[in-house]
Every structure is written in C-alpha cells, then in structure tokens.
C-alpha cells in the first residue's frame, strides 16, 4: 500500500507526526527514511519521537550509527547507515533484524545503503523536498502490519 502527502509547512509536518504516532503505539513498526540531505528525515523521526513522549534530546545518529530512546510510550532505535563500509552495514543488518519487531519504533536513515537487506515487514518513507517549507511524504508498507498502519494513516 503507498500513501502520499503533501505537508506545507511545519505544522503539517508535525499533525502527520502525531498521527503516525498514535497509529503505532499499538504495533510498533520499522522505518526506512529516504530522501536528500535537508530533506526532514531527522526532523520527521524527532518529531515522531516528541509525540511517543520521548524524554531524552533526540539527535541525528550519522556519526553514532544508532541512537537508543527508551523513556518513552515505546522504545525507540534510531540508525543511520550512510556512513558505514560495506563491511560495516553487513554487521548492522544482522542487528537490524532483531530491531524488526515487536512493540518498538526503528527508524534507519540512508536505508538505500542497506544493500537491500532489510526486514520484510517494514515502511519505507521517502521524503522528496519541495521548497523550503513544503515536503512530499510517501508512506510505502512491506508486509501485513506495516501495511495495516499506512492504511489507518491514510485515512
């Protein structure tokens, strides 16, 4: 199932946040981000993150490769792929698997780096950059769960 969405600024940005989180309190899910640098990966994940009642300072994980959220409604694993070898993403996806369910949110950036080894049941983000204040978000499912939360999304 695909569902887009134009978000004109910020506030819209933030409402599809919301609901998205909301959606998978009761699920969890795994999200493979794609777009340019700028394009609100991060951003997006942040304010995701803000609306699952995330205590600590939610920052990119490029030089980090993963950041761990637990205070929250449900955990929260943020990875970053861009800077890894090949080597280097091999060793991540096998975590990667075990990040894969259960009732937590993963969210990988630069997933196109993942050599196309990701879990199956997962939703693939991409984020295209309009303007400067408007971004185009595409909600793509792999899998029964994810597909379930992209349809109640796009409701």
Known sequence: ???????????DTEKLAK?????????????????????????????????????EKVTSPSFVILNEYKTGVIPVYHFD????????????????????????????????????ALPFDRIELKINYVDENRREFVFESFGNKSSEIVKRLSL
Do not use: H
Request: hydrophobic share 40%; with cysteine; proline share 1%.
């Open 81 to 116: 792929l861009y800077r890894l070898e090949n080597e280097g993403v091999k060793t991540v996806i096998n975590e990667l698997e075990e990040y894969s369910e259960g009732k937590i949110l993963t969210c990988v950036e630069w997933a196109e780096f993942s050599q196309n």
């Open 19 to 55: 609901k998205f989180a909301d959606i998978i309190i009761p699920y969890g899910a795994f999200v493979c981000l794609f777009g340019e640098v700028g394009a609100g990966k991060t951003a997006f994940t942040k304010l995701v993150c803000k609306y699952l009642e995330v205590k």
């Open 1 to 11: 199932m695909v569902y887009s969405v134009l978000c004109n600024d910020i506030n």
